[in-house]
């Protein structure tokens, strides 16, 4: 498996399920695997948000890469997050990845440190040097604190150096910049953008987007599937309709959100992984650490988003 | 060495040397550790935000440690960052710092994820139940974002989960809050607060904080070990006027600012590493990829604020 | 003219020319409300952001909403800004521009205060029982610094306290929240939500939004009136070839950007004046105080947009 | 009176104490005043944070600096704040302040509208030039979501635009760069730096800062005043004594933020009248709208911060 085309289609960021005591629950991996390929996803994304790649340590990173490859055997493009704060450190996570058979990487700017437009210019160069396999870059500024401007992206899309975007900045402006962009620079060619909205798929694929980076489409494959497939046909109606259907869904990820004691992530994720669980596709919703848990109510409350959608 | 009392005193954050191709400059950090020795420093503080942790690899981190500590020999306490995004990470680099012989780790709120206050608990508690050596709270919200509040750190400084704070928010009022705090509260005992500023170290030792953390510590160490020691002694005029020398010569922090070409951590770091190279105490000025170099002219105004410190 | 019905199409945020020394130029206010109206559009909005209401003098503001709401008489309504602080200063403008004619007032959440959901609340309410025609609520954070939450705004359009939004905040899966809840929730009727974007009409009316308040509109309200009428149409290809064009028009306000001596207002504003001064709409390209003019150089380039575009 | 000479001193933003339905209460306006003239105040600032400006109207605003102007009879400089959005609109405040007599105007930057430095200092540029009495910058980020950089505020200064810095930033460091400047600078004369911290003022004293513009001020002004003459004493052991006595008197303004049903605004200043009615100052606590009332129990928590203070 190559990405010599740029990647189009649902590529979710793949969740990792947690065994109760936090360590990576293979088998339940191994079956979200197939209850997403199942679903008709084009590709896949390991360590990314959704999959909670900040809170892996490196050996549970490396065991989560080598088991989604090993079991996807090529049927599809497996891309996985080098998320870490600098180059040299994201560097080692690509060698990493890479090592355990990821077909492209996928890489934010420098966070923690204060930086530039310069040094993230930089930073991706130098990675895109010594990475063998493409690099997308990952535009989230709510974890990163800084926004990737669409010029850089698509200056650096014009050197070679990414191969592609996923952005979750939640600015359909620039996105659309960006998306253009990479359609009417005659200096870019194969570049493919990405929208990591789950809510706003239809917008991003009637705008010239290839493709989307939901991760709800964790819960429902199928559902962003059809939801690509018609807007692919330019059904836009029914693809509208789809989209409501999905954004209703999504109000699950305020499942612990109600009472205040809990962060975003924790209600988000810990709703995720409820509703895999609710549909028998892992075996334990357990987040990891310091992350709360959902409680029973909360879970219920997740459950009943489910029934709505009809995926219960 | 242990750290059984309360930490005080001037305690600077370490830079990490490097060569020109990015290693860590072993020989280089060794004179550096001779020259915070020599100005009398009461404890170092490696694998901070101005030794560039945020930068170094895993392997290079322990090498930093191992060396610091070997050649200290016990002579002063050692804390070591141990940073990285949340609770599994960190523990994997708190493990890792103290079997290379740290006295006591330092250690952020989680970040890049989204988080709460009870998470940020959660994670000093699983640190501290943990960790065999004392664990400072580091509070940096310019690369945290979020801020540490005074009743959390209290909280968790009474219940043993916390020995100290290093903070570096630069919200004076909240720092006098946990000052007086752990001065008041009865449940409170030998926690040692510590101000990261370069800036107000007299103001702050004024309302009682126990010692600073000033970056600006690596060139000229002398000098705030004399401004704590006036300081002590309540000759609060000439602190200030110790103060306001060290006020002057951080102004070379701007160094490289002046075309806006490079961020905000490489005209500091730059100019710190610059200011050591200029004063013999270190090889080669070079910072962490994808950092941006001070260039000749810019090298050049450093010396001018070193000169006009008497440091030249 | 009443607002009885919700509002629907094109809206354009009406510009205030200025003489040289910075008084309301009448003629050419005329002349542009003329020139809107022969585009085409279905309504008009005075005293928002891009008529620089922060700028006019309460003076400035009554001779605005006077000199339109006399010229239109009634052939289109005239919505007004009421912007200031807090409930009894907007108040004060409400009473103001209801006094001059206007048809509908549009309102901020409060700003420069530290404020509160409830407290937000509590202010729509407190204008809605004052106020005899319409209030619009006004969702912009880059000057309001909070934004309006969708359920807020809808839980206000169900009390029949606001009449519509105008969203500017960015946040296109808010936006939609507020659609798909005006559309479904049924409790609300006659809620109008308009998009406050230039780039994103074509999606916000493929998601259901009723129109658009694009301060662009100003220059090319021929072009905007087009987009609707296409999307209306449900030729959506054609639409996004209409964006597309208007996206690129759009480049203009960054005509002043590119050496960072002004900020964002003075270049955006400082453009779509120079533009329709080029055009031959108004007199004089002016902003008001204590905003920089573009340069001769940086109105050329607007001029390029122009042409670019077809407008020259 | 005028101000020909620094300021210097404890000068408390005065609070406007209003009548159930929302009417200045000029009675107890002049009372408090009273109340502030017997603790031994050096000036007065009326129309600040502290005193709702942002909420008052022009007819309001104009009231207060007649009373206070009037009352006063120039025993002490009274300054009062011109606070809009931007310079047209702040000239005509400033044009009414000094009107009903203020000796001087506060102003801060632009708001709302995005600003540049260069057009901030247009903006104080423009200010002083039609102001027959000195301009004081105010800095608070907090509302004004700019920070007032300390060399354009000493440029400013030798400029002869600005007479004073009014700083309530939190930005303690930049604060000190004020000072020192100001302090040093052979282009400046006669320029006053005031703290706006109600829990800093030993802190900044010691700095050389010129005095305090503390809200808490209005509930306890002797206390302030004391503390200002231990500090100018150089009597520091007492000054800290004092200023923690008012740290934890500030407690207060905490009163209201329990439960999480107001903003800080509704909190602090509800805690401040509220404090003002209990020591018998004023006769109403109510604070403008739309802020949310304290609960009877939470003005019985400030009732209890005042009697440990020894204010009851």
Redesign the interface.
Known sequence: MTMSTPLTGVVPPVCTPLTPD?EVDVPSLISLVDHLVAGGVHGLFVLG?SSEA?????R?RRLVVESVVTHVGGRLPVLAGA?D?????VL?HVAAVIGAGADGVVVTA???????P???A??YR?IAERSPVPVVAYDLP????TKLGPDLVLDLAAEGVLAGLKDSS????GF??VV?GARTRHDITGFSVLTG?E??V??AL???ADGAVPGLANVDPAGYVRLYDLCRA?D?ERA?AEQ?RL?ALFGMVGAGAAD???????SALGAFKAALRLRGVIACGAT?????ALSEDEVERVGKYLASAGLL
């Open positions: 936090r948000s900040a809170y892996l340590t490196d549970q998320i704060m600098t180059t040299p450190r080692d420098p966070f923690y440190t204060s930086t530039h310069a040094e993230i930089r930073h130098l709510v974890s990163v604190h939640g600015d359909q402006a659309r910049a253009t909205s809510l706003l239809d917008s009637a705008m010239g330019g836009w509208r409501d954004f205040g004691r809990m962060g975003g992530s924790s990891a650490e310091p992350q709360v």
